[in-house]
């Protein structure tokens, strides 16, 4: 049997969130909500499955598909329908969070962050780009941020949820006020509430970026698997 995170989004999406998914999603292929996600995702390499990706990938353009590097789907795409670009990720658990120091702790300063929030949260994800991100990809939280005179300058929440495991994303801070140690606190705070239930947290970094590698290291956080993200365009 294969590890659950080996295929995060096809398992996210027909289990604990397939109530964000398109209604014609199905067994052989889903869809993220647009206005919630990109995440698209086959069950299998059938000819079966391969139609049902295809649909939905024409009917939703600009979809993104996450596959293990070295897993039998990594070559799947969608046929007839232009691949954007493909990025090399890694994906990285934690069991653990390593000790926070004292410019870590910011927990008086970290809210929960609600529906009267949703434009801040999308203006700042649209300004830093951590990962797509949508008007209602909040949902998928909750989400945590800092105001700053009442303007939201970070961020960090949730995004896929698998068997035994969440996943840590959005995590963003606004130019003007990055080496605050805004990220680093909210990714905290974030991953302590998915421990605190029993689970593992992961994510998704770039692969090309050490330097986010580092940051995530620093919090705990093992590179488990190479991933690839292919960006799909219009059919």
């Given amino acids: 049997m294969t590890h659950p995170l080996d295929r995060a989004v096809f398992n996210a999406l027909t289990t604990r969130l397939s109530r964000f998914t398109t209604a014609d999603s199905g067994p052989d292929a889903a869809r993220l909500d647009p206005e919630v996600g990109v995440f698209l995702a086959a069950a299998d390499a059938t000819a079966e499955s391969r139609r049902a990706l295809a649909d939905l990938a024409r009917r939703y ?4 598909l996450v596959e293990r590097e070295d ?3 990594a070559g799947v795409l969608p046929e007839g329908v232009l691949v954007a670009a493909q990025v090399a990720l890694v994906q990285m658990t934690a069991t653990a969070l390593t000790p926070a120091g004292s410019a870590q702790r910011l927990d008086g300063a970290i809210e929960v ?9 999308l203006a700042l994800a649209t300004l830093t780009k951590p990962g797509p991100f949508r008007s209602r ?11 700053q005179d009442g303007v939201l300058v970070a961020m960090a929440g949730r995004r896929l949820r698998v068997d035994g495991f969440t996943e840590l994303s959005g995590v963003c801070t606004h ?9 680093a606190a909210l990714s905290r705070a974030v991953v302590s509430e998915i421990l605190a239930t029993g689970e593992a947290a992961f994510l ?23 991933m690839i993200y292919t960006s799909l365009g219009e059919a």
């Fill in 61 to 64: 353009p600009g979809a993104g």
């Fill in 71 to 73: 897993g039998p789907m």
């Fill in 113 to 121: 962050l609600g529906e009267a929030d949703a434009p801040a949260m």
């Fill in 137 to 147: 990809t909040r949902e998928l939280g909750p989400f945590v941020g800092i105001k």
């Fill in 175 to 183: 130019p003007d006020h990055r080496g605050k140690g805004y990220a």
């Fill in 204 to 226: 998704h970094a770039f692969a090309d970026h050490e330097a986010t590698i580092a940051f995530y290291r620093g919090l705990g956080f093992e590179t488990r698997a190479r």
